[in-house]
């Protein structure tokens, strides 16, 4: 199988794993009490990972981020969470702000 296919398949791979899983959240959503104790290690869960990845992303990238210098990723990633604290805990002038800090401080 040639590079194309296996990317297509790869793709196709992962919008199925995540419908599969929306769809079984979706029929389970209304049997789930949101402070039960299940709900909140999920919760958690999910939280650990984002955070895991963030901070792999951050110390340890890969690619075209492997070219800027860490403390211009550290800072970035501060502004980030300094914006997402001061902006009522929204993402988008967080992830918003942290990119254009993080490209400004790339071209330097």
């Not at 079984?24 to 709900?39: E, F, K, N, T």
């Not at 999910?46 to 981020?65: H, I, K, N, Q, S």
Request: aromatic share 10%; net charge positive.
């Amino acid at each position: 199988m040639n590079d194309v296919l296996w990317a297509y398949a790869a793709v196709l791979t992962g919008a199925v794993a995540t419908y599969v899983w929306r769809f079984a959240g979706v029929m389970l959503a209304g049997r789930l009490q949101p402070g039960s104790a299940w709900v909140q290690w999920v919760s958690l869960v999910a939280y650990a990972l984002l955070a895991a990845l963030v901070a792999r992303m951050t110390v340890l990238p890969v690619g075209v981020l492997d070219t800027t210098p860490l403390w211009a990723r550290l800072l970035a990633a501060g502004v980030a969470a300094a914006l997402f604290l001061g902006f009522g805990r929204t993402l988008l002038v967080p992830v918003m702000g942290g990119a254009a800090v993080l490209g400004l401080l790339a071209r330097m």
